[in-house]
Each structure stands twice: as C-alpha cells, then as structure tokens.
C-alpha cells in the first residue's frame, strides 16, 4: 500500500509506532486506533524530493488478505488518506519535475506491454530517449527564432548574407530531424498500439468471413442474411511480430432500420479513427459499383485498399495488384484463396519486420503533434526564403516550439493531462 503526500510521515508514526529511517526497510507491526495489531510487514519511508512522486511516500507491505488489507486501508483513510486517482501517483511524479509527459506515459506503455519489443521500447522511452530527440529539435528551433527575434528588438542589427545562410542550414535541419522522428515515433506507436484496420464495404460481400478466416476462428456471425453484422466486431492478430487490430463492420448501405443506422453510424466512427481500410466487394456480383461517398471520412494518412472477394465462384486468381484507384487484393474468404496474400500485403504495407535496436514507445498524440510542428517549420521555411518578414518566420517558430512543449508536458493543457492520466490504472 503507497501513500504519497505531506501526511504520510504522520500517517507512518500512527501506524508502525516507531521511528523510520528513510530508505531502510523496517519490519514492523501495523496497528489500529486503539492500538490492536491489524497486520505485519515492512514498512518503507522515502522522504521528498527523493522519490517516485517527489513527495513524502510510504510504503506498507502488508499480507495479501483482502480483510486485513481492508482493515489497513481504512485506518490510513482515517489519518487523512484518500483513494488515489487513475494514473495519480505517476500524474504527481510528472507535476513534481520526476518525469516529463513522455517518461509518465511510457509508464503505462510498460505495464500494458504484451511483448518483450514493446517492453523495451517502453523502457527506452521511460529512460527518455524520446524526449531527448524531442527537445534536440526544440534547441535548434529555439535557436533560429532567438536569433530573428533578437534582430527584431534592435532593428538596426541586419541578418547578413552569412547569418542568412546559417539560419536556412539550421531550419532545413530541423525540418530533417522532424521527419525522422515522424518515422520513428509511427513505428514507436505501432508497437505501442498496434496498426487499428477497418474491414467496410456493402451488406453480404463476406466481411465477417473475411475476419473469421484472418483470426482462424468464428469471431462473427455469419449468414445469407444481408445486415446481420450490426456492431463494430474487434480481434487482435498478430502479424510479423506487430499487433494488428481488426475491426468487422455492419455494411453500408440506405436504410431505415434503426439498429442498422447506428451500426453504420459505428461504422463510419471506426473508419474516421482507421490506419487501414479493407474495402470489401463481391467480385461475382456482376452489379459490382464505385462505393463514391460510401468511404468518406478515411483520415489522413490512412490507406485504403479494394479487397475483391468471392473469386471461387468466378474462377479467378488470387493475387495482389497495384492500381490507379488504390492496391487490390483477390481472395475467397470461404476457401481461404488469397488470404496469406493479403496477411503479407498488409505487413508491407506497414514496412515492418522487427523494431529496430533503438526502437522507443510513442502514442499518436505524439505522432499528431510532430506532423503539427513539421507543417510549423515547412511554413517558417517557406517564409523565410520568400523574404516574407522576420516576425512571420518567428510566429511560425513559436508555433512549432508550443507543440513540441505539448509532448514532453512543458506546455500543456489540465483537459490533455486528465485524458493521458485517466487512462493509467490505480497505483500508478
């Protein structure tokens, strides 16, 4: 049991009755109000600012009875504890200066791992590997907007031909760095949170099958029945070592039945949050048709791909084609014709096959942020070649700074911090 917070030396003197020397394990009985023995154990004291949360915190480490630890919560609640928050312990640790955001939630990166790529990752990022390369960025921006500022305050002081030059090398520079640190922050979420692919398409064209086939099990229901498919259907498969979250879809299509409007309503939720959209048709139906606005909404840098299905019943090949409308794969998911084609399209697709050795946690607020401040330094790039005033490159600068100050938490909001905290589990 963690107690963190101005009380819990108070809280350590009215439970253990003896004095604790910080950082030294004590063995020690643990009483009540009245002095009665609720447990024993070892009891731990970590005096501020040295440790976890940057506070006073105490440990006890009890027996693992659900009565005695209960006994033991409520008399620590009666000392003036409270229960604490999702994520709080971690949440105060980065409010205290202990972590940046990025250490904090690769915290919950680390106990969330499902394998050892993505603990290590975790690992790499708790140590603040991430962070590095984020605030490596944030100097050299730093450095060019203080140099144009400084120009501004005394006007007199021109940026000479050299200085000029020197300020196009450091923001080409950045703008470099951002774009590797894109790559490598997309492979970080990835590993972190898996590639998210949508399977859509009409009513009946053997969505469900499709997703039965790629998980080896009957995940969804499947039937002659046009719409049987009314909620968003979720399995993880594991492909080359990288976690891919499929989603079965109800069809889209018109219609005035309730239940599958809100079905297609989930659909088009799950397609506007996609990395990759697995459009079915039926390729036997010789009715098939563009679906035009059917796949509105795909953000941006998701892909889309046609997945053909039913070639058993036209006599077609599998295969994996490149087209001017987007890829194509042919498959049968009945007879499973295709379909390894498909699990090796969809592993190219992503250019991953094993992280590399310094490969380091990232979410896609992470992601998000860095194309923000890659559009930032395009534009100050852009402005400063074109000559089009110092203050306009400068504002451009500061833009690109304030999102880089997000991901770390130098600058954030307490609605982003309630979101990213809320999501930890209790005790962390």
Same mark, same amino acid.
């Given at each position: ?9 108070? +809280? ?32 731990? =004291?970590? $005096? ?62 680390? +106990? ?13 990022? /708790? ?14 921006? !730093? ?8 120009? /501004? ?19 080409? #520079? ?6 590797? /640190? ?20 009409? *009513?009946? !064209?053997?969505?469900? @099958? ?41 069809? =889209?299509?018109?219609?005035?039945? *309730?239940?599958?409007?809100? #079905? ?12 990759? !959209? =697995? ?6 139906? *010789? #009715? ?25 019943? +036209? ?69 400063? =070649? ?6 306009? !490159? ?14 770390? $938490?130098?600058?954030? @909001?307490?609605? /982003?911090? $309630?979101?990213?905290? @809320? ?6």
């Amino acid at each position: 049991m963690r107690v963190s917070g101005p009380l819990a030396r108070a +809280i350590a003197e009215n439970i253990v009755h003896r004095p604790l020397l910080p950082r030294v394990a004590t063995y020690a009985r643990f009483v009540g109000t009245g002095g009665e023995m609720l447990d024993q154990g070892i009891a731990l =004291l970590y $005096g501020a600012p040295h440790s976890y949360t940057g506070e006073d915190v105490l440990e006890l480490h009890a027996h693992g009875s659900p009565v005695a630890l209960n006994l033991l919560l409520q008399r620590v609640s009666s000392l003036g504890a409270r229960l604490a928050h999702p994520g709080e312990f971690s949440e105060r640790a980065f409010l205290n200066g202990k972590l940046d955001l990025t250490q904090a939630e690769a915290i919950a990166d680390l +106990i969330n791992s499902a394998t050892a790529e993505t603990a290590r990752a975790a690992l790499r990022s /708790l140590e603040g590997e991430f962070s590095a390369r984020v605030r490596e960025i944030l100097g050299q921006l !730093v450095a060019v907007r203080a140099h144009l500022e400084g120009t /501004l305050d005394f006007p007199e002081e021109e940026i000479d031909a050299a200085d000029s030059a020197g300020l196009g090398e450091q923001l080409a #520079g950045a703008l470099s760095a951002t774009a590797r /640190l894109i790559t490598q922050s997309n492979l970080g979420r990835m590993l972190t949170d898996g590639v998210r692919v949508v399977i859509a398409g009409p *009513p009946n !064209v053997g969505k469900s @099958s499709l997703l039965n086939r790629l998980a080896r099990e009957d995940c969804a229901i499947v039937t002659a029945v046009a719409g049987t498919t009314r909620d968003a259907i979720h399995v993880e498969i594991r492909l080359g070592g990288l976690p891919f979250h499929f989603t079965d879809t109800a069809g =889209l299509r018109a219609t005035s039945d *309730p239940v599958e409007s809100e #079905g297609i309503r989930r659909t088009r939720a799950a397609i506007a949050q996609a990395d990759h !959209v =697995l459009f079915v048709l039926d390729e036997s139906d *010789p #009715g098939i048709r563009d679906p035009g606005d059917e796949i509105e909404g795909l953000p941006a840098g998701a892909r889309l791909t046609w997945v053909h299905n039913k070639i058993d019943l +036209i006599d077609v090949e599998p295969a994996a084609r490149a087209g001017p409308s987007g890829d194509a794969v042919y498959l049968s998911a009945k007879t499973g014709a295709g379909v390894a084609l498909l699990e090796q399209y969809l592993e190219s697709c992503v250019d991953y096959h094993e992280a590399p050795a310094g490969a380091f946690s990232a979410r896609k607020r992470h992601v998000d942020a860095l194309r923000r401040v890659q559009t930032c330094v395009q534009d100050a790039q852009e402005a400063f =070649l074109a000559a089009r005033g110092q203050e306009l !490159v400068a504002e451009h600068l500061r833009l690109a700074q304030q999102t880089l100050s997000e991901i770390t $938490g130098d600058f954030t @909001s307490e609605d /982003l911090l $309630g979101e990213i905290f @809320s999501t930890f589990c209790v005790g962390k």
